[in-house]
């Protein structure tokens, strides 16, 4: 009967605990007005490195380091990614698109309100989003509750994992930078 007091006390503060920290996620991530930071990409186990500022609601500046100088801008309504490599442009509307959600920091909130989220390896914790595009984890580290990245396969299962760091929140910055680019 011990042992049984014992495993119901220890779940109880599982639960609190991790009701914890959904809760310091959530509060952490509203303060946030605009990111910047570097990133590690893998799409089809190749990496590739850049840096990029999000800025809430739905903008993005990415400049992705290799040879091809390959930049991803989206505005609000639009997504954009160029590349230097033969010369590519192409354009999306950014609601057909999953990086819509991840730029949508009030429908993330209200997700993960909504969602039970994973501790994992007491290291990070993660949400999981389902819709009709596909699927997103996003992971923020346990201790610090900031966002740490995300994971997302589309409905194609392509999987795409995106791991940010250097992380700066609320910086000045030009919003210039979500101008689309123009043709080459």
């Known amino acids: 009967m011990i042992k049984i007091i014992i ?3 220890i779940l109880i503060f599982a639960n609190i605990s991790n009701a914890s920290t959904k809760k310091n996620i ?4 509203k ?8 990133f590690i990409q893998t799409i089809d186990g190749k990496d590739e490195k850049g840096d990029c500022i999000i800025n809430y609601p739905k903008k993005i500046y990415c400049s992705y380091k290799f040879k091809y ?3 991803l801008v989206s505005n609000g309504k639009s ?3 160029k590349s230097n490599k033969n010369k590519q442009y192409y354009r999306y509307k950014l609601k057909s698109t999953l990086l819509n959600i991840i730029l949508d920091k009030d429908y993330l909130i209200s997700k993960m309100q909504n969602t039970e989220g994973n501790l994992i390896n007491e290291k990070y914790y993660n949400f999981k989003i389902k819709n009709e595009l596909g699927e997103i984890n996003i992971y923020f580290d346990n201790n610090n ?5 995300w994971q997302v396969e589309d409905l194609y299962q392509n999987l795409t994992v995106t791991f940010i760091y250097n992380i700066k929140t609320n910086q000045k910055i030009d919003n210039n930078l979500f101008k689309l680019p123009e043709l080459f």
């Open 79 to 81: 997504l954009v990614i």
């Open 69 to 71: 100088k390959k930049v």
């Open 26 to 29: 959530i509060n952490n991530f």
């Open 31 to 38: 303060k946030i007005n605009n990111l910047s930071f570097n």
């Open 145 to 149: 509750y900031t966002l740490i990245g």
């Open 7 to 9: 495993i119901f006390f």
